[in-house]
């Protein structure tokens, strides 16, 4: 990936319910010139969710069986659900010059490192534990245990972020957004 027409590739990851999806999504709408890496993932489709733009959502079988074909950049579980990032889309876009974005757990980022090393990996952290807790149980889609495991494994994931190049605090969400663009327009 040393080749200037290769695109770059630039990780944002967090605990869960930190906002990474949302801080994405806007970078998305802001910078057309960024691919979204599509994971894959044997979770259930919440409301809203449509498969192929979401998640490509499968069976746990049919996951297993493109772990076997060597299919995952990277792949973990989370949650007692598999999730994963094709190897193939994000090859693709590289190739071709584009830089691609992936919001993926920290387990997959830290995969991702050992892999490619180069990339630009990003940390969103809450403001505060409890307002991890908060954002969790507003938006509604957790039992209240999958909350309380969800906060648990938070906690583990925090003291991970040294191994990140950079750490964005998501009190506000269009600031977080500009200091996450602002990181990324570094060249």
């Known amino acids: 990936m040393n080749s200037e027409n290769f695109g770059r590739l630039i990780v944002v990851s967090g605990p869960s319910g930190v906002g990474k999806g949302t801080i994405c999504k806007a970078l998305l709408k802001r910078n057309p010139s960024l691919a979204?890496?599509?994971s894959t993932t044997t979770r259930m489709p919440r409301t809203g969710d449509v498969d192929g733009?979401?998640?490509?959502?499968?069976?746990?079988?049919?996951?297993?069986?493109q772990i076997e074909a060597g299919d995952f950049l990277e792949w973990a579980v989370y949650n007692r659900n598999y999730y994963g990032t094709g190897r193939l889309?994000?090859?693709?876009?590289?190739?071709?010059?584009r830089d691609v974005l992936l919001e993926i757990d920290v387990q997959g980022a830290l995969k991702v490192k050992e892999a490619f090393p180069?990339?630009?990996y990003?940390?969103?952290v809450p403001p505060d534990d409890s307002?991890?807790?908060e954002r969790l149980r507003k938006r509604g889609t957790d039992s209240a245990e999958d909350i309380e495991r969800r906060i648990a494994e938070?906690?583990?994931e925090m003291e991970l972020r040294e191994h990140y190049d950079y750490v964005?605090?998501?009190d506000n969400l269009k600031d977080a957004v500009r200091e996450v663009e602002k990181i990324i327009n570094k060249k």
């Open 122 to 124: 990003i940390f969103i």
């Open 168 to 170: 964005v605090v998501n």
């Open 53 to 65: 733009v979401t998640y490509y959502f499968r069976t746990v079988e049919q996951f297993e069986a």
């Open 131 to 133: 307002a991890l807790a």
């Open 118 to 120: 180069s990339a630009m």
């Open 89 to 97: 889309p994000v090859m693709e876009r590289l190739a071709a010059g």
């Open 154 to 156: 938070a906690e583990r």
């Open 36 to 38: 979204l890496s599509v």
